[in-house]
């Protein structure tokens, strides 16, 4: 998923599926193997080689996701009423206040705005933490909470020194969404050929959405034009151009 918005940044938003039939690590290597650079993403194990300082053609520089993190304290609030995670949710809280005020600003003044705010509050937040930690069981569900962030704690705050950045990979989670519920209803995709085909139709149609274009009407028409559009301006058909080429039209 790529989405410069939030950072009032150039690129188009789009979204890419990749089909694999299990969830071993061995799969998002092979999707990725030709990446290096920062990746939002949750704590998926099989993530983990990405990240090995040796890998080429460079590492993958993690950054953590706080709606991840914010969740394991979250439910523990609502199901359990506990009262640490209840106020390390408030803490969190704060934070995302703040990076609502200034989603859409350019980067520069995103670190700047998060240097004067937010980091006063994430260092407030890791000692109030790491006291918690010393006051509950590790094996508790509370200690399990705190301590997963903790861990992972350079990749949350990763954030706060690159204004590109987001607090979450939720924008990618959202895309994530369609698949999860469609699923329920079909089920299977057929084939291994049949999921890599499904995959191929959701980056179509979920790019087309992210740039507010109506996905039927664009895949009629580009699919009209294919058989006599020449190659090397295939790009005038993706989302984002095909919209402006329409509203010249």
Known sequence: MRDDRPFAGPGPPAAVFFYSRDRRGEHPEQHLAGFAGLMQADAYAGFNRLYEAGRKPGPVIEAACWAHARRKFFDLARINKAPIASEAVQHIDALFAIEREINGLAPPQRVAARSERNQPLIIALEAWLREQLGRVSKNSETGMAIDYSLKRWTELTRFLSDGRLCMTNNAAERELRAVAVGRRNWTFAGSDEGGRRAAALY???????????????????????????????????????????????
């Open 203 to 249: 980056s179509l149609i979920a790019t087309a959405k992210l740039n507010d274009v109506d996905p039927q009407a664009w895949l009629a028409d580009v699919l009209g034009r294919l058989p006599d559009y020449p190659a090397r301006r295939i790009g005038g058909l993706l989302p984002w151009n095909w919209s402006e080429r329409r509203a010249a039209a």
